[in-house]
């Protein structure tokens, strides 16, 4: 089946520096990537589409400027969480969408942010 | 290795029950979550089982045997608006989270 990876697994960093989040799809080209964040016990929330060779859409709501998101090659999409504070902690998951199955998502297994 | 298995689709009528079962073979366990996604729209938290016994929620229950690697989504007095995909997931010892393939539930009136 579908296999999306993501790396790292689990980040801690300090308050002020960058982190750089990927989302790789292992078996399958990927057209759109999706990120979200999660907080615990609570439903995913989208930050952004991201779509290979184009501007990623950014929700409402969420910084593009903070959240850098490259979608650079069908199986790598990279979110960036620019200046992190500690309000940026979070488990960060990305699905991924095949070429032709726009309505199957493969999720990733997720990057847990502890900012100190 | 790590697997999640649930059905793939199941069909149910409007008004009735439906349970949708999710077995998982994961290399610890902290926790198994249920998602529902309606098509085009990101997925939506259900429930979050980690202790053994059924969990009620409205028209939603979720239950969990964590000695039989073994959880259900169960749905009473279906509505139309409950077609949609429902994810299981499981929580490995690493805090990864190990998705199923999701069940797409059709409902007919």
């Known amino acids: 089946g579908a296999v999306v990876s993501q790396h790292p697994s689990w980040v801690i960093c300090k308050s002020g520096t960058s982190v750089k989040i990927e989302c790789r799809s292992l078996d399958f080209q990927a057209t759109t990537m999706f990120w979200y964040r999660q907080f615990p016990k609570q439903s995913l929330m989208l930050m952004a589409t991201s779509n290979e060779g184009s501007k990623a859409t950014y929700e409402q709501g969420v910084e593009k400027d903070k959240f850098l998101i490259n979608h650079a090659s069908l199986t790598l999409s990279t979110l960036t969480v620019t200046s992190a504070h500690p309000e940026d902690s979070s488990f960060y998951i990305c699905?991924?969408?095949?070429?032709?199955?726009?309505?199957?998502?493969?999720f990733g297994p997720g990057t847990r942010l502890t900012v100190l | 290795g790590q697997n999640i298995d649930q059905p793939t689709e199941m069909t149910a009528t409007e008004g009735a029950i439906v349970q949708i079962n999710c077995t998982y073979q994961t290399s610890g366990f902290n926790g198994l979550f249920w998602y529902q996604q309606h098509a085009g729209e990101a997925p939506t938290f259900l429930s979050y089982n980690v202790l053994d016994g059924l969990e009620e929620k409205g028209r939603f229950s979720s239950f969990l045997s964590r000695s039989k690697g073994y959880s259900y989504l169960l749905l009473k007095e279906l509505q139309m608006k409950d077609s949609a995909s429902y994810l299981c997931?499981?929580?490995?010892?690493?805090?990864?989270?190990?998705w199923g393939a999701g069940t797409k539930l059709i409902i007919k009136p």
């Open positions: 997931a499981v929580l490995d010892s690493n805090y990864q989270l190990i």
């Open positions: 699905s991924a969408v095949a070429g032709g199955d726009a309505d199957t998502q493969y």
